[in-house]
């Protein structure tokens, strides 16, 4: 599981993860009820559901874990990590700092990634690049990272994104490990 503040760049390390070793590692697809971004395809980055969907699967206890974050909920679709570990594979959770909380709770023995941000002002770079979010979604995402910074002790492990080539590599050595451990 790798989770970290919005924009440290969780999604260009899981993908670059992927595609390094697509026998042995598999992502987890989302559920959100945020709106998708330029580029998204649902099913692929996301599953976008409505508010009542997703206060449903929570009823039915469908969702390993779930939280809100800046105004939308998303969430992790307990049948599909089951089906991707039956068959073998490592499953990548692309989460926030909440999330792996619940995680943490729930499955003892998971690898909790932190991935971290080389400062907060090259985050605050990186999300007003992505040019998606007013103003105050990008002051809430800062103020959050801020917080989540201060959760990163009680991973299994922290990775800065200083290089993205550098930060996967150093994650799929903490991913190799924890194999032979």
Known sequence: MIA????????TVVDRLLARDPDRLAASVSVTTRDARPGEVDG???R????????RMIERGELLEWAEIVGHRSGTPR???ERLLEHGKDVILEIDVQGAGQVRDRVPDALLIF???PTLEELERRLRG?????????????????RELAEASW?????TNDDVERATDQVAA???ASRTA
Not at 48 to 55: C, N, Q
Not at 130 to 146: F, K, M, V
């Open 4 to 11: 970290g503040p919005s924009g440290v760049g969780k999604g």
């Open 44 to 46: 692929v980055h996301y």
């Open 48 to 55: 976008f559901v409505g508010d009542a969907e997703f206060d």
């Open 79 to 81: 049948r599909a990590v």
């Open 115 to 117: 991935l971290a941000p």
């Open 130 to 146: 992505r040019g998606t979010e007013p103003e105050a979604s990008i002051r809430r995402r800062l103020d959050l990272a801020a």
């Open 155 to 159: 991973f299994s492990a922290s990775v």
């Open 174 to 176: 903490i991913i190799d």
